[in-house]
C-alpha cells in the first residue's frame, strides 16, 4: 500500500485565507507551503526560509463571524469574537510551532456606513498556547477548550473572555506576523 496524500482541491477554506495573509506579511524569501503527506496531521502549512533553510509548522484554526450582541459590545468594546471549541489533545499533543486563529471581524466603515468581514489573526506559539490552556482554561465535555476570543480591530486588542480574561494582543495580526519572520531569520 502506498503512501496516503491531502486532496490539494479541498483546501480548507481558513488555511486558504491565512496562506494568502501570510504570503503578504512574511519575507519574500519565505515560501508557504502545504504538506501533501496525510501522516503530518495536524500541520496545516509549513513556512520555508529558501535562504537559510529554517522552516516553521502552523495549525490553522478558523472561526466564523458572530454578529456580537449590545451587551458584548457595551462590555468589549468595537469588534466581534470568535469560537474555538477542541479536544484539549490537539494542542497538548501538537506538532505545529505555531497555532494560528482566525477570526472574521463585522466591522464597518464609519464614512460609508457600510458593514464588511474583515479577517483577523492570532499567531500564538504551540507552547504558549499549551501554558495558557494550562492557566485559564477549564476543561469542557469530552476534554474540550473552548477559546472565545474577542478582536477590537480599532484599538488592536485581542483577548479570551471566557473564564478569565486575558490578553493576546501581542500576538495580533502584524504582532504574531513579527515573530513568525523573527524565528525565520
Not at 23 to 33: G, M, Q
Not at 41 to 66: C, H, M, P
Not at 124 to 149: A, C
Not at 164 to 185: C, E, P, V
Request: proline share 3%.
Amino acid at each position: 500500500m502506498g503512501k496516503a496524500y491531502k486532496n490539494f482541491w479541498s483546501l480548507n477554506t481558513d488555511e486558504a485565507v491565512v496562506a494568502g495573509i501570510l504570503r503578504n506579511e512574511t519575507a519574500k524569501n519565505v515560501e508557504v507551503l502545504m504538506p501533501l503527506n496525510a501522516q503530518m496531521k495536524d500541520i496545516d502549512l509549513v513556512l520555508f526560509n529558501t535562504e537559510n533553510k529554517k522552516s516553521l509548522t502552523i495549525q490553522i484554526k478558523g472561526s466564523r463571524a458572530y454578529e456580537p450582541g449590545k451587551n458584548l459590545t457595551k462590555k468589549y468594546g468595537d469588534g466581534s469574537g470568535g469560537w474555538f471549541y477542541f479536544p484539549a489533545r490537539v494542542i497538548n499533543k501538537s506538532s505545529a510551532d505555531y497555532f494560528i486563529f482566525l477570526i472574521y471581524v463585522i466591522e464597518q466603515s464609519y464614512k460609508t456606513g457600510r458593514r464588511y468581514l474583515e479577517p483577523h489573526t492570532i499567531t500564538v506559539p504551540t507552547r504558549e498556547i499549551k501554558r495558557l490552556g494550562k492557566k485559564y482554561k477549564k476543561l469542557g465535555k469530552g476534554s474540550r477548550y473552548n477559546f472565545f476570543l474577542w478582536v477590537n480591530p480599532i484599538e488592536k486588542t485581542a483577548f479570551d473572555f471566557q473564564y478569565k480574561k486575558y490578553y493576546l494582543s501581542k500576538f495580533l495580526d502584524k504582532g504574531g506576523f513579527n515573530k513568525l519572520n523573527k524565528a525565520l531569520r
